[in-house]
């Protein structure tokens, strides 16, 4: 089962190593969200045993195909949202963010799509990030 929390470190990770132009390890994910790298090493186990991420001990993170699909919905949930917000209901960029965040695990990809639609099918978020794939 795919939890929001996953989903969380799904979209970390991929903004991580976009970021970096590369592999990120787990050193620096725990630097990132701020959480003790215990923590983030059983979040990490949970996300191989689910066959999401790759991760050899001590070695850099990477995506499984199907953790990648998982990780470029959620940040185009995530992007799309923060449109509509921002566009059709005036809310300012750091709300949409924050707001996004909780949206982006329940949104369907059916409304998604329709909501893609209905804002002219935007290519960047308001931060001028490119939406990513749908």
Do not use: W
């Amino acid at each position: 089962m795919i939890t929001d929390t996953k989903e969380d470190y799904l979209r970390a990770l991929s903004k991580l190593e976009q970021a970096k132009g590369g592999s990120v390890k787990s050193k620096e994910l725990a630097e990132f969200l701020r959480l003790a790298k215990s923590t983030v090493s059983e979040r990490l186990r949970e996300l191989v045993e689910n066959d999401l991420i790759r991760q050899e001990p001590y070695g850099p993170i990477t995506f499984t195909p199907k953790g990648r699909r998982i990780a470029e919905e959620i940040t185009y949930k995530h992007r799309l949202v923060e449109v509509f917000l921002t566009e059709k209901l005036g809310i300012s960029k750091l709300k949409a963010h924050e707001e996004a965040h909780k949206i982006e695990h329940v949104i369907s990809d059916n409304v998604a799509q329709k909501l893609s639609a209905f804002l002219n099918n935007p290519k960047t978020c308001p931060h001028g990030q490119p939406l990513g794939k749908p």
